[in-house]
């Protein structure tokens, strides 16, 4: 798809808010967690998360990896760590992930603990901040780091609302924040694929323009999903794309297809997670 100017605003009066109190926190914070969706590694990284984040080390989250095409993703994740990231490929669901991101943490403020141990002081209490674009995952591993539910979890864009400070089972303490963007989308196919992963509203953009969107991924990258799950080998002709999901669905009547349903489902199967081991954004090894 084309890179056209989207100007999409999406910025929600508690995302501004959220910049500044992140901003007054900063001095205190040890590490931040910077938690990005392993299906959209490029995509779903704040736009301007450097500027505002200063040097604090930073440990990369690539969560849903269970969910992402492991090929493409794993490109990405070496293109980061040539940045500097620490980067950790996480379902986090898993305990596993969760020890492996406690286990970088510790190992970044080593060297801070050791001049205290060395003044006969305790290690200091790890004070991080997760931060993240909506719907990534970050209340989810902030439950499984504090062993039971603290942090309300939603396949939803939004749920979280204001900064809170959460205790762990570790010597970590973790600074969740609300899910943040940018004023702006300039970039039309970000802001699709943000949408088809349910980062931003489906209200924001079209429905039927994330729908084609997904499925123009789909036939492009992953023929044989497209036809697994839809029977459909072709898209030239997206009219008759929906009918033919609308007929499988049963959303046609009197002839006619009922596209808002078609959309809806979709996108429904991406957020319910019919299909997955895809990654949308594409890497240029000269990049």
Known sequence: MNENKANINYFPGHMQKTRRQIQELLPLIDVVYEVIDSRIPSSSK??????????????????????????????????????????????????????????????LVLNTNMKRENLGLKSKQIKVLVVGIPNVGKSTLINKMAGKKVANVGNNPGVTKNLVWLKTNSNILLLDTPGILWPKFDNQEVALNLASMTAIKSEVLDKDSIAVHILEKLYNYYPDLLKLRYNIDDISSIEEVYDIIGKKIGAISGGETDYTRVSDYILNDIKSERIKNITFDRIDINE
């Open 46 to 107: 704040i736009h301007d998360i450097d500027t505002l984040l200063k040097n604090k080390p930073r440990v990369l989250i690539m969560s849903k990896y269970d969910l992402c095409d492991t090929k493409i993703t794993d490109k990405w994740c070496d293109f980061y760590k040539d940045k500097g990231y620490s980067v950790v490929k996480a379902n986090l669901n898993t305990n596993d992930a969760i020890q492996k991101i406690i286990n970088i943490t510790n190992e």
